[in-house]
């Protein structure tokens, strides 16, 4: 493997100057998109009200009347904050995958970053496929429970709305992405493990009732105390160990290919040579 890795012998103060400056344009990256955020953070939050009012529109309520709060003076400022450092992360989050790639990947020989690349663009598309899915369909059916819970006043019983404060609504779908983000990561991490021998294919099947376990306990810890919202991620989880598995037999085949023809190849240089 000799003349294929790009790694030089560095000093260690030269390997620090190095990460100090990946970091710094981690955090420039970071900065520049958190101000621009800001700027528009209004828009972005009524961007992320939209699957709120899909839900209110399914529970046949009128859009008209339904309003989001907040209780405290400064309580939509730093729900703005948040809402910008939220998606200063998932813009800058492609320079800041870059840096750290272009910080290791001297190390790496040629055929490790060959293999990295496609995770690395792999891990950003998986991310926002589970953020699309809250988006588009977990967040609304989970509102609308919610307010399906609502009780109008009648005969012996008062009027329960619900009210739902800024702040709260906005750390229940940064949840709900961040959860379903980091499962769609499953492939990802199951795949490199793989890859290295760590895991195995027949050793995940074996694993397969644990993991339909803890996928359900992992449900519960992380998203709302409803059980619309517990299944909707245990089962997706579930669907991603079946593509893990799937994805870590195709890896072992291709290894046992590979291994196959490093072995025809050599036997052959060595009858070559016994002939000659």
Not at 69 to 83: G, L, N
Not at 150 to 179: D, F, H, N, R, W
Not at 198 to 204: C, E
Request: with cysteine.
């Amino acid at each position: 493997m000799n003349g294929e890795i790009d790694d030089k012998p560095q000093p260690l103060i030269e390997h620090l100057i190095e990460l100090r400056t990946r970091l710094i344009w981690s955090l420039a990256a970071f900065f520049g998109a958190f101000l621009v955020c800001f700027f528009f953070a209004k828009q972005l939050f009524n961007l992320l009200v939209v699957p709120y009012k899909w839900a209110v529109v399914w529970a046949g309520l009128d859009l008209a009347k339904s309003e989001l709060i907040y209780t405290a003076p400064q309580e939509f400022f730093f729900t703005q904050v948040k809402v910008a450092m939220f998606g200063a992360l998932v813009i800058a989050f492609p320079i800041i995958a870059s840096q750290l790639y272009k910080f290791v990947a001297p190390g790496l020989y040629k055929n490790e970053r060959a293999a990295f690349l496609p995770f690395l663009v792999a891990s950003p598309i998986l991310f926002l496929l589970g953020g699309a899915l809250v988006y588009f369909f977990f967040t609304p059916m989970v509102m609308w429970f919610f307010l399906a819970m609502q009780q109008a006043p009648g005969e012996g019983e008062v009027a329960i709305s619900l009210m739902p404060k800024v702040s709260e609504y906005l750390s229940l779908i940064m949840t709900l992405v961040m959860s379903f983000g980091l499962v769609f990561q499953l492939p990802v991490v199951t795949t490199l493990l793989a890859r290295v021998g760590i895991l195995t294919s027949d050793w995940l099947r074996e694993k397969r009732k644990y993991a339909i376990v803890i996928a359900f306990v992992v449900a519960a810890v992380l998203t709302p105390p409803d059980p619309l919202s517990q299944i909707g991620l245990a089962l997706p989880t579930i669907l991603l160990y079946e593509i893990s598995i799937y994805a870590a037999r195709l890896v072992e085949r291709k290894r046992a290919s590979e291994e196959a023809a490093v072995a025809a190849d050599s036997g052959s240089n060595v009858a070559s040579s016994d002939q000659t």
